[in-house]
């Protein structure tokens, strides 16, 4: 199975084990590599290529991996596991959210 891991970079070294034994079982592993999103030497352009680029790796796998240390999914990881639920892909967490994503309970507009 090809899988791609979303999660945030403060996780790095939970992110690089899950990668480690993920491989070790046997399936090809995709992440984004070299680039913290929260670097301010970034472009508002080079946050929407890396962006991009992570949807892409999505797009060419089976399903995506969110390591959810303490259950954290920031802004960007749910980004991309919103693409990856769109795109029908299947969802594993490091983290076991409840309720599962599929079965929240929808958040009702605001009324003014």
Request: aromatic share 6%; proline share 5%; net charge negative.
């Amino acid at each position: 199975m090809t899988i791609t891991i979303c999660g945030s970079t403060r996780f790095k070294d939970q992110i690089l084990e899950v990668a480690e034994g993920l491989t070790l079982d046997g399936h090809i592993v995709m992440m984004p590599t070299g680039v913290r999103h929260d670097d301010p030497n970034l472009t508002t352009e080079m946050r929407i290529r890396l962006e991009n680029q992570h949807r892409e790796m999505i797009n060419k796998s089976d399903a995506i991996f969110v390591v959810n240390v303490d259950k954290y999914i920031g802004e960007a990881t749910y980004s991309m596991l919103d693409w990856a639920t769109r795109m029908k892909k299947e969802v594993y967490f490091l983290e076991e959210i409840n309720p599962p994503v599929e079965e929240a309970e929808p958040v009702a507009p605001k009324e003014d």
